[in-house]
């Protein structure tokens, strides 16, 4: 079941508040940004940079997502491995807040997320 909107709008808060902490310098944005999206239930972050070869495009590679439970009142916590599938967070799989959610992501003990 997808967000509420009152919901919705607290992730986008949020989550919105964490990427422009994370977000590189403005002269740099070109080519390197980061960003988010919701879709349903889950949010996910992603970095924006041209394309190696065609650099007039834009491509986006994800850094972690998170999906709400809602009937368990949890975030499922994921990061995506070389194959480009998305692997549970072993060391913490789940959290009670989308606010722990993103402590795991700023941290990186593991080099999962940023690398």
Do not use: N
Not at 36 to 52: A, D, L, N, T, V
């Amino acid at each position: 079941m997808a967000l509420s909107e009152f919901e919705k709008k607290k992730c986008e808060k949020i989550v919105g508040e964490f990427v422009e902490k994370r977000r590189p310098p403005p002269h740099i944005r070109k080519d390197l940004d980061l960003g988010f999206r919701i879709k349903g239930q889950s949010i996910e972050i992603f970095e924006i940079r041209p394309m190696w070869r065609q650099p007039d495009k834009r491509i986006e590679e994800a850094v972690a997502k998170t999906t709400h439970v809602k009937t368990q009142r949890l975030w499922k916590v994921y990061w995506q491995r070389a194959d480009l599938k998305w692997q549970r967070y072993d060391p913490a799989p789940e959290v009670a807040s989308l606010e722990e959610f993103l402590d795991i992501v700023d941290k990186d003990e593991y080099a999962c997320f940023f690398g």
